[in-house]
Nanobody
């Protein structure tokens, strides 16, 4: 599975951005997709995830109520709608997927910068 993330950019605090992640390759094997982020000088952390079937989603406490993860199975896409952005949301955002063999795949990061 190959993942291509996009949609990052510079936004003022309180603004919104939508990240997209396109999956290609052995997409029939995808079981879940999600987003992680890594701020400068910090470890990569979980942001949100969605199962590829059903309605199960999961969010980090720091983004719950502000971020929404969604998917489009037909297009093999996952999205992260980010609202009420804060300067502490500034990070490189990575798309990740798991397949039916529990392999993990990572996309390249897309940079989100929130100015105060």
């Amino acid at each position: 599975v190959q993942l291509q993330a996009s949609g990052g950019g510079l936004v003022q605090a309180g603004g919104s951005l939508r990240l997209s992640c396109a999956a290609s390759g052995r997409t029939i094997a995808i079981r879940s997709m999600g987003w992680f982020r890594q701020a400068p000088g910090k470890e990569r952390e979980f942001v949100a995830a969605v199962r590829w079937t059903g309605d199960t989603t999961d969010y980090a406490g720091s983004v719950k109520g502000r971020f929404t993860i969604s998917r489009d199975n037909a297009k093999n896409m996952v999205y992260l709608q980010m609202n009420s952005l804060k300067p502490e949301d500034t990070a490189l955002y990575y798309c990740r997927s798991h397949d039916d063999k529990a392999y993990t795949y990572w996309g390249q990061g897309t940079l989100v910068t929130v100015s105060s």
